[in-house]
């Protein structure tokens, strides 16, 4: 089973449900992969959420309580951090839109500190329009949301 990084998945491409989407090496959920199989049980047992537009750039953004959250941007945009992050929870977050990118903004010190996203590579996460997505998972040790 050979690790996968989402950004690799083509669009339409052939996976079998064995590949794995790694951690990123640095916390203690460095270890926690998920197959393209879990995710996509995720995916279907998920609740869903549709927020309003995002208009503007965006600190401490609430992406609700739903695990799946269809975002779209009406310019492009970054949001520097999620609000509500606890154990145990995680998000798959998908810019729906049709023509802006969305970018979530690495450890950027406009949000609180325990909403500040990091991802594995210490830069930015850009989602782009029809469909680009991430999993987030919140880590309680390091207080911050982590890119899967």
């Given at each position: 089973?050979?690790?996968?990084?989402?950004?690799?998945?083509?669009?339409?491409?052939?996976?079998?449900?064995?590949?794995?989407?790694?951690?990123?090496?640095?916390s203690?959920?460095?270890?926690?992969?998920?197959?393209?199989?879990?995710?996509?049980?995720?995916?279907?047992?998920?609740?869903?959420?549709?927020?309003?537009?995002?208009?503007?750039?965006?600190?401490d953004?609430d992406?609700?309580?739903?695990?799946?959250?269809?975002?779209?941007?009406?310019?492009?945009?970054?949001?520097?951090?999620?609000?509500?992050?606890?154990?145990?929870?995680?998000?798959?977050?998908?810019?729906?839109?049709?023509?802006?990118?969305?970018?979530?903004?690495?450890?950027?010190?406009?949000?609180?500190?325990?909403?500040?996203?990091?991802?594995?590579?210490?830069?930015?996460?850009?989602?782009?329009?029809?469909?680009?997505?991430?999993?987030?998972?919140?880590?309680?040790?390091?207080?911050?949301?982590?890119?899967?």
């Amino acid at each position: 089973m050979a690790d996968i990084k989402i950004s690799a998945l083509t669009a339409g491409g052939a996976l079998n449900g064995s590949e794995v989407l790694p951690g990123d090496g640095g916390s203690p959920l460095a270890t926690y992969k998920w197959t393209v199989d879990q995710v996509k049980t995720y995916c279907s047992t998920a609740s869903v959420t549709s927020p309003t537009t995002i208009t503007t750039n965006a600190n401490d953004y609430d992406l609700g309580a739903q695990d799946f959250v269809r975002i779209s941007a009406s310019t492009a945009v970054n949001l520097t951090g999620f609000t509500n992050g606890s154990t145990g929870v995680s998000k798959v977050v998908v810019n729906v839109g049709a023509t802006h990118a969305i970018t979530i903004k690495h450890a950027n010190t406009s949000s609180s500190t325990a909403n500040r996203v990091i991802s594995p590579w210490a830069g930015d996460v850009v989602l782009p329009a029809n469909g680009g997505a991430a999993v987030v998972l919140y880590d309680p040790v390091d207080t911050r949301w982590r890119v899967i």
